[in-house]
């Protein structure tokens, strides 16, 4: 789901990206010479939502790409949220997996 959302961002805005977030560490973690014997921990929980819960969750956060503030932000943003409404949901639920990552490494 995750994907097809990003698909449909991307009709908007071309540049879009995620950010660093998923991104594995490993590299940065090891260049810092700050740490080394990396684990990994990695857990997918699948959440379903109301559309309306995945909305807001989105409008509570503060990115480059669309700004809440102005009416063209707004404009934007609800054209995303109606092609996810009209691609993604069915019964108003959207079924999304999480996955937690965590990195743990000892301090040299």
Request: hydrophobic share 35%; charged share 30%; with cysteine.
């Amino acid at each position: 789901v995750q994907h097809k959302v990003e698909e449909i961002i991307k009709r908007y805005v071309p540049e879009y990206s995620h950010g660093t977030r998923r991104e594995d560490q490993d590299n940065v973690i090891i260049g810092s010479k700050l740490f080394s014997n990396i684990h990994h921990i990695r857990k997918a929980q699948v959440i379903k939502m109301t559309l309306d819960a995945y909305v807001d969750a989105w409008r509570s956060v503060k990115n480059k790409y669309w700004d809440l503030s102005t009416k063209e932000g707004q404009d934007l943003f609800n054209k995303i949220v109606n092609d996810i409404k009209n691609e993604l949901v069915q019964n108003n639920q959207i079924e999304m997996t999480y996955i937690t990552k965590i990195w743990c490494a000892n301090k040299v």
